[in-house]
T-cell receptor, first 113, second 113 residues
Framework: AQSVTQPDIHITVSEGASLELRCNYSYGATPYLFWYVQSPGQGLQLLLKYFSGDTLVQGIKGFEAEFKRSQSSFNLRKPSVHWSDAAEYFCAVTTSGTYKYIFGTGTRLKVLA | NAGVTQTPKFQVLKTGQSMTLQCAQDMNHNSMYWYRQDPGMGLRLIYYSASEGTTDKGEVPNGYNVSRLNKREFSLRLESAAPSQTSVYFC????????????FGSGTRLTVV
């Protein structure tokens, strides 16, 4: 079955600390992977996407993600978290020729001052 | 840049009432989508419109209808609201299919009592 799993429902980090949010996928076709961020009361915003090539992709707001095919993972990282990064983060997978994503259930990030 | 605009932002309905959620985008995108977001369930696709003049069912279409009024506007109608339709509804648009990434509106919080 096709699925996206975000194992951590909540994560708390201190401001300035590094961050890694986990995402694992199960997908029959060639996967194209995305991370979105949702600030409180807002819609989702695209952070970054992976299609092919270099397995480390850079996104907005200083985020990056690494695709590891052998582990079926696409983890999101940031070297130093800012208080404004507190939000909910969604991993999603899709494939070419479709209009649909499979979204994970999200990871809510809390940042301590 | 307005992006994707949804109205209303909040709505309370009584069971059995009908209403239409409005969505408009100003990015000349071809494709538009309606999602619902429920705690612990991520985002689920209700309906989408790949291009002007077409609509298709998503994962959870029951109890909803849509209209792609023109290239800019895509509305979602609840004919007879039920408490199970209490949710946050998001409209999104994209240039084409899912590989382009979505631009989301800020959502409509709907409560059915």
């Amino acid at each position: 079955a096709q699925s996206v799993t975000q194992p951590d429902i909540h994560i708390t980090v201190s401001e300035g600390a590094s961050l890694e949010l986990r995402c694992n996928y199960s997908y029959g076709a060639t996967p194209y992977l995305f991370w979105y961020v949702q600030s409180p009361g807002q819609g989702l915003q695209l952070l970054l996407k992976y299609f092919s090539g270099d397995t480390l992709v850079q996104g907005i707001k200083g985020f990056e993600a690494e695709f590891k095919r052998s582990q079926s993972s696409f983890n999101l990282r940031k070297p130093s978290v800012h208080w404004s990064d507190a939000a909910e983060y969604f991993c999603a997978v899709t494939t070419s020729g479709t209009y649909k994503y499979i979204f994970g259930t999200g990871t809510r990030l809390k940042v301590l001052a | 840049n307005a992006g994707v605009t949804q109205t209303p932002k909040f709505q309370v309905l009584k069971t059995g009432q009908s209403m239409t959620l409005q969505c408009a985008q100003d990015m000349n995108h071809n494709s538009m989508y309606w999602y619902r977001q429920d705690p612990g369930m991520g985002l689920r696709l209700i309906y989408y419109s790949a291009s002007e003049g077409t609509t298709d069912k998503g994962e959870v279409p029951n109890g909803y209808n849509v209209s792609r009024l023109n290239k800019r506007e895509f509305s979602l109608r609840l004919e007879s609201a039920a408490p199970s339709q209490t949710s946050v509804y998001f409209c999104a648009s994209s240039e084409g299919g899912s590989l382009y990434g979505y631009t989301f509106g800020s959502g409509t919080r709907l409560t059915v009592v």
